[in-house]
Antibody
């Protein structure tokens, strides 16, 4: 069955760029009409959709983060990635990769905690 | 932006009881675009219901969804011990493309 796994640094310095990768196993990022997404969760703000990339490489981002976000896909590695620039303490949250099919998120990674601190 | 409001914030019930959770949208949402998730401590959310009333794969039939327009409901007919968790509603279709409600915690009375 298809599984998602996030990876990347757990600690990022303020003003730097957060980079996370989601590896898709048991399936392909180029299969079907899926939105390969990033979602984050904080105790104070709940679940927040960051953005997605689809099988054709089309992207859409949450307007609140759009100026700082890039989502890309590497089909050769069956991965998609998140880059969030100019991070602050407010970006210290749990980040999930997820698959939307495409109206709801039917598959999630386990999540990874990222801390922004010097 | 469509804002989702969930009530109550916390629901304290005993195993075997019926749970009724509400999700209200600030604007009308197509039924096709409303989903519910369960999140247990330390775990990622899990899709329960999509299209307002369709159960996701492997979800027990004690979970049911209903509603239309701006008012949606998730019902758990008889609470099992593993059902004590936080539940989120989510809508698709307006900028931002996906938004979530703040969640309802179902805890043991």
């Amino acid at each position: 069955q298809v599984q998602l796994q996030e990876s990347g640094p757990g600690l990022v310095k303020p003003s730097e760029t957060l980079s996370l990768t989601c590896t898709v196993s048991g399936g392909s990022v180029t299969t079907g009409s899926y939105y390969w997404s990033w979602i984050r969760q904080s105790p104070g703000k709940g679940l927040e959709w960051i953005g997605y990339i689809d099988y054709s490489g089309r992207t859409d981002y949450n307007p609140t983060l759009k100026s700082r976000v890039t989502i890309s896909v590497d089909t050769s590695k069956n991965q998609f990635s998140l880059r969030l620039s100019s991070v602050t303490a407010a970006d210290t949250v749990v980040y999930y990769c997820a698959r939307a099919s495409p109206l709801a998120f039917d598959l999630w990674g386990q999540g990874t905690m990222v801390t922004v601190s010097s | 932006e469509i804002v989702l409001t969930q009530s109550p914030g916390t629901l304290s019930l005993s195993p075997g009881e019926r749970a009724t959770l509400s999700c209200r949208a600030s604007q009308s949402v197509s039924s096709s675009f409303l989903a519910w998730y369960q999140q247990r401590p330390g775990q990622a959310p899990r899709l329960l219901i999509y299209g307002a009333s369709s159960r996701a794969t492997g979800i027990p039939d004690r979970f049911s969804g209903s509603g239309s327009g701006t008012d949606f409901t998730l019902t758990i007919s008889r609470l099992e011990p593993e059902d004590f968790a936080v539940y989120y509603c989510q809508q698709y279709g307006n900028s931002p493309l996906f938004t979530f409600g703040p969640g309802t915690k179902v805890d043991i009375k």
